[in-house]
């Protein structure tokens, strides 16, 4: 049961459309399947680090409010380099072979920074992780209903992978120039407003 509900959860997740969202998109589309994955990657276990934070009790540090401005200027400060690289950058589609490790591993680090300073990741994980630890005493029902939440996250950053890579064939350079633009705008916009909310 505790399973079951966690991963529905993880799934319900897909409701909030933050910066990675707009990161995995445009990394899939411009760079196919092997880079959205390695997104999704860089997002999984920056979730799994906050939940190993909030196992081991360091949520009091990270939503002290000096500790969560630093957080979250570090975070605007990221958001505010790629959405200005994402207003200055041509677009090319390329396939899935022109991916490396090298590659694969600097969409990955994208992935876990965009979304590990993100002050309001650890809020949702803080809540998560208490309402689990409230419902499920035992340590292994605790585990099983954590583990679920973060294979559901998983599954839907994956699907959006799937589907964006269907769509890619859909997307001309010019198309992806005005996402490019969109999504450059976006970040900028989440990067004033995560500042705003910390300052």
């Known amino acids: 049961m505790s399973f079951i509900e966690g991963f529905l959860i993880g799934l319900a997740m897909v409701i909030f459309v933050g910066p990675v969202f707009f990161l995995l998109l445009n990394s899939s589309f411009q760079y196919g399947m092997k ?24 949520s009091k540090f990270i939503t002290a409010s000096n500790n969560q401005f630093w957080i979250g200027v570090i975070g605007s400060s990221i958001l505010f380099g790629l959405g200005i690289n994402y207003l200055l950058k041509k677009p090319h589609i390329t396939n899935d072979l022109a991916i490396n490790s090298k590659k694969g591993s600097t969409f990955f680090i994208k992935g876990f920074s965009v979304n590990f300073f993100n002050p309001f990741v650890f809020v949702v994980w803080i809540g998560v992780f208490k309402y689990g630890s409230q419902k499920y005493f035992e340590t292994l029902e605790l585990y099983m209903f954590l583990s679920a939440v973060l294979m559901g996250i998983l599954t839907t950053d994956l699907l959006k992978v799937f589907l964006s890579d269907k769509l890619k064939r859909f997307i001309s350079v010019d198309r992806l120039k005005v996402f490019f633009r969109i999504t450059g705008a976006v970040l900028l916009i989440f990067s004033f407003r995560l500042l705003y909310l910390v300052w």
Do not use: E, F, K
């Open 35 to 58: 880079a959205g994955i390695s997104v999704a990657l860089g997002i999984i276990v920056s979730d799994i680090v906050c939940v190993i934070l909030c196992y081991y009790g360091i």
